[in-house]
């Protein structure tokens, strides 16, 4: 993986026997390889909310892999993409919704991948759900990403919800307050 190795070269002793490589007018290098963090990968999560006829979570369960666990829709952002703008593309790719409103940014999440341990900085955002539309749905995730082809059982569970949701993605949820109408 590129940046993920420093090299760096410790000088020793001239023409001793230090362990190493001859180097330079006789000077011995120890090479000493070590893991630097490599950059963190930049994600998006959405707490999308309809508000009416009283206040649900858009989640979802994926169809084929059900021990995954019900999330929330979430994902990479492209290079150069801000995340209002990519929230609302992971919202739309992975459940089809459009015309959901970025309201805020909730909060700025650190933690690693709970499987990989690769270093990850997620974005939490809310947005307003459409008014309109059904309460649940069935959605095939279309293009070339690595979830093409995925099927999604999406839903707008009450909250606050009846279980936790995978990788710790409700924690933030209490910064979010569904009563309230988000400002015009």
């Not at 995954?68 to 995340?83: R, S």
């Not at 008014?131 to 707008?156: I, K, L, N, Y």
Request: charged fraction near 25%; charge should be neutral; hydrophobic fraction near 40%.
């Amino acid at each position: 993986m590129p940046g993920a190795y420093d090299a760096s070269v410790r000088r020793t002793e001239r023409g001793g026997k230090g362990a190493g490589r001859q180097g330079f007018a006789g000077v011995r290098e120890n090479v000493v390889m070590t893991v630097a963090p490599s950059s963190p990968r930049v994600r998006v999560a959405a707490h999308v909310i309809r508000r009416h006829p009283s206040p649900a979570l858009l989640v979802f369960d994926q169809l084929d892999f059900p021990e995954a666990g019900t999330q929330v829709p979430a994902g990479g952002v492209v290079p150069g993409e801000d995340p209002e703008r990519a929230v609302l593309r992971e919202v739309a790719e992975e459940s089809g919704l459009t015309g959901a409103r970025v309201v805020r940014r909730i909060a700025v999440d650190e933690r690693a991948h709970p499987e990989t341990g690769r270093p990850r900085l997620t974005t939490f955002l809310l947005l307003d759900a459409p008014a309109q539309g059904p309460s649940a749905w069935e959605h095939r995730v279309h293009g070339d990403g690595t979830d093409a082809g995925m099927r999604f059982a999406c839903r707008f569970a009450s909250l606050p919800p009846e279980h936790p949701l995978a990788d710790a993605q409700d924690a933030w949820l209490g910064r979010v307050d569904p009563r309230r109408g988000a400002p015009g």
